[in-house]
DNA sequence: CAATAATAGTTATACAGCATAACTTTATTT
DNA sequence: AAATAAAGTTATGCTGTATAACTATTATTG
């Protein structure tokens, strides 16, 4: 507002703006960190259209074979209801077979299809270069750090003391 | 209760699910992270009434009286449609205020009131406070590492070549 | 064993976050 | 002056997430 036309920059403010109280925030960083990673990862999985949701539960479901909704749903954080719809998708994809689990006719045990085994072979790969590229600019041991520090805040050691 | 071998569990993988493929993308890691981080968040900005899009709105104005909402989304790194909603709420609540520009009358002023400010700084502190617990089992240097990377990632040296 | 409670999956629904198109008003450019 | 661009707005749709209520089945228990 106060700039006296001195500069050749019309506007003072226009495109530098304070966020150092925000940047004081883990989450902030964070969350402006992941926007770019997950923008990453949207167009690394839309070749395979797959979105981050339905690959993670691909991964899983070939990793776990025979687990059921309620499982995968805890293990993604997501509620039930919700997963019923990624399943809906990957089953009529043919990516992944809802089998009734005889000791249990409620549940499902979830397996995948030899064409869910192959897309998640090929989008796994994709996610690994892509990552790569995308933490080229920091060193092993700070991304083991990082790692491992992101792993601390999810697990939570803040007691209720 | 814990199970005893008497019996070969039916289900292995019941409550201990392999995601150890996805644990080699950061991008999982970062997710699980911030979803921890994101709820304290939530619930801290709660007692406020604020969510992290309106608190991280109301900073930006009290730090950079004067901003236009257009410049606000691009900080946000939202769209335009969606700051004016934001921008609706916080007016209507009277945290902060449009006042049109006189050198340019398509343009608002955006600003906080008082009790914009007063709200900024209840919120701030305790954002700062539950901040610190979060990461109270990480080190200082760690911490500062993982801001560093976070930073790192989100200015995204990976170059096109 | 029958009544009850709990679990797995499902449907419907609602809300927040994010994106795009199209519009009005004002500025800038040609 | 006409065309173009920018700031803000409205309408709309899609994704992700959360809850309530339902069914079918299993587990509990009185």
Redesign the interface.
């Known amino acids: ?1 106060k700039r006296p036309e001195l500069s050749p920059v019309p506007d003072p ?2 495109d530098q ?6 940047r ?15 923008a ?2 949207v167009a690394t999985l839309k070749p395979f259209d797959l979105r ?1 949701l339905t690959y ?1 539960a691909l ?2 479901i ?3 074979p ?2 059921s909704q309620s ?2 749903a ?2 993604m ?1 997501i509620e039930r209801p919700n997963l019923v719809v990624l399943m809906d998708e990957l089953e009529r994809r043919a990516l992944i077979n809802r089998d009734r689990v005889p ?1 249990d006719r409620r549940a499902y045990a979830l397996t995948a299809t030899l064409a869910g085994r192959r897309l998640y072979e090929k989008a ?1 790969a994709a ?2 270069v892509h ?1 790569k ?6 060193d092993e041991a ?2 083991t ?10 697990i ?3 007691g209720e003391g």
């Open positions: 507002m403010a226009a703006i304070n966020d150092a109280t925000l004081l925030s883990v989450g902030y960083h964070m969350k402006r960190a992941f926007n770019v990673v997950q990453d990862l981050m993670t991964v899983l070939v990793d776990n025979g687990l499982q995968l805890a293990a954080d000791t796994t996610v690994a990552e590229r995308l933490l080229s600019g920091i700070t991304r750090a990082v790692i491992a520090a992101l792993h601390s805040i999810e939570g050691q803040t």
